[in-house]
């Protein structure tokens, strides 16, 4: 089996102001998982454990991805539930496009077995995975509630492959698709 998402990648300058307001967070007394920032993206759908043969169907429908390219900003930092924060994230504001745009993948997966998420989507980038939570983490994400990571254009999406291990996921691109 093979686990396996889509997603959309981060340039550089973006990974560098990740970098920088997780080094500040690591000044809280809580227990962080950071993502590194090398390897930071926008899951657009995560698909899961899937067949090798799988993996070829996947590939075959992603090659019907027909998008516009987009504009997507990021600010501020935020726990992904304030009553019981388990995430760190900075959520993408851009009109709904990555959302159209995961809706237009689900229609092109669907007829190969991948079922849609009833959630809403929200675009966001995972800054870190709380371990432990202490109240000096809330004081910090709050100093950041307006940190302004800057925007760039989504012209792409990224099907990838995704091995979990004890010192953190390794991912490997299995087919970019442009548009």
């Known amino acids: 089996m093979v686990r396996v998402f889509i997603a959309v990648e981060i340039p550089e300058e973006f990974r560098l102001c990740l970098g920088e307001v ?46 516009s390219p987009y504009e997507v900003a990021f600010r501020g930092v935020f726990f992904n539930n304030p009553s019981r924060p388990r995430v760190i994230w900075t959520p993408g504001y851009d009109g709904s496009r990555s959302s159209d745009l995961k809706v237009h993948i689900e229609d092109l997966l669907e007829p190969e077995g991948i079922m849609r998420e009833k959630r809403k989507f929200q675009p966001h980038v995972t800054l870190a995975r709380i371990k432990r939570f202490h109240p000096s983490l809330a004081e910090s994400v709050v100093s950041f509630g307006d940190f302004d990571f800057g925007s760039f254009k989504v012209g792409s999406i990224v099907f990838k492959s995704s091995i979990l291990k004890p010192e953190g996921p390794v991912y490997d691109d299995l087919m970019e698709v442009e548009f």
């Open 22 to 67: 997780q080094n500040e967070l690591k000044f809280s007394k809580a227990h962080l998982n950071f993502v590194d920032p090398a390897i930071a993206h926008i899951t657009i759908k995560f698909i899961g454990e899937v067949a090798p043969d799988k993996v070829t169907s996947i590939k075959r429908a992603l090659e019907g991805v027909k998008f």
